[in-house]
């Protein structure tokens, strides 16, 4: 059975810097690229960031390039989302997906990140 | 950047009749390969989204019949052929052509 299992996130102040983490299970995790989504509270979804099979290959939303980083360890099976600088605007449902050959096919539970002082 | 357009943003649906949602892009979404990529992902309220369809028209596993996939190039539809009481949720248009990958606003449905 594919599982994402996602930690890290809560509450953090303006300016901090939390890392969100996924472990996967139930597939050859290094056999995907992996994206992170957000949605902000009552609000649509907008893709943050992908990373190909072997982490060679990111890409990053304009409204968080520079101040976030993907990155994955093949051998614990894990990826991850290093956040800088963060905003109030940054506030949202962070998802951890699984990136097929046709799109976003397995998606996270989810963790809240609330950026607040 | 691809810009995703969907319409209308909320549907009020009566249990059993079809609904339609449409799906615009700004560019194609044909890759090199011949495959267009476009996806439709349901959100139950309270869940992570799921996906429903993949390459326009291509039923995930266990998506029940009902919904279909359709279009090409830039103008895509998703169709539920007797919406049930389950089917309440938002409904996203996702392209995955390219980075960054981009969704539509969302379509809101709700039993009449």
């Known amino acids: 059975e594919v599982q994402l299992v996602q930690s890290g996130g809560g509450v953090v102040r303006p300016g901090g810097s939390p890392r969100l983490s996924c472990a996967a299970s139930?597939?050859?995790?290094?056999?995907?690229?992996m994206s992170w989504v957000r949605q902000a509270p009552g609000k649509g979804l907008e893709w943050v960031s992908g990373?190909?099979?072997?982490?060679?290959?990111?890409g990053y939303a304009d409204s968080v390039k520079g101040r976030f980083t993907i990155s994955r360890d093949n051998v614990k099976n894990f990826l991850y989302l290093q956040m800088n600088s963060l905003r109030v605007e940054d506030t949202a449902f962070y998802y951890c997906?699984?990136?097929?050959?046709?799109?976003?096919?397995?998606w996270g539970q989810g963790t809240l990140v609330t950026v607040s002082s | 950047d691809v810009v995703m357009t969907q319409s209308p943003l909320s549907l009020s649906v009566t249990l059993g009749q079809p609904a339609s949602i449409s799906c615009r892009s700004s560019q194609s979404l044909v890759y090199g390969d011949g495959n267009t990529y476009l996806n439709w992902f349901q959100q139950r309220p309270g869940q992570s989204p799921r996906r429903l369809i993949y390459?326009?028209?291509k039923r995930d596993s266990g998506v029940p019949d009902r919904f279909s996939g359709s279009g090409s190039g830039t103008d895509f539809t998703l169709k539920i052929t007797r919406v049930e009481a389950e089917d309440v949720g938002v409904y996203y248009c996702?392209?995955?052509?390219?980075?960054?990958?981009?969704f539509g606003q969302g379509t809101n449905v709700e039993i009449k």
């Open positions: 996702m392209q995955n052509v390219l980075w960054p990958y981009s």
């Open positions: 139930g597939f050859i995790f290094d056999g995907y690229g």
């Open positions: 390459n326009i028209s």
């Open positions: 997906v699984r990136d097929s050959d046709y799109g976003l096919d397995f």
């Open positions: 990373i190909n099979w072997n982490g060679n290959k990111t």
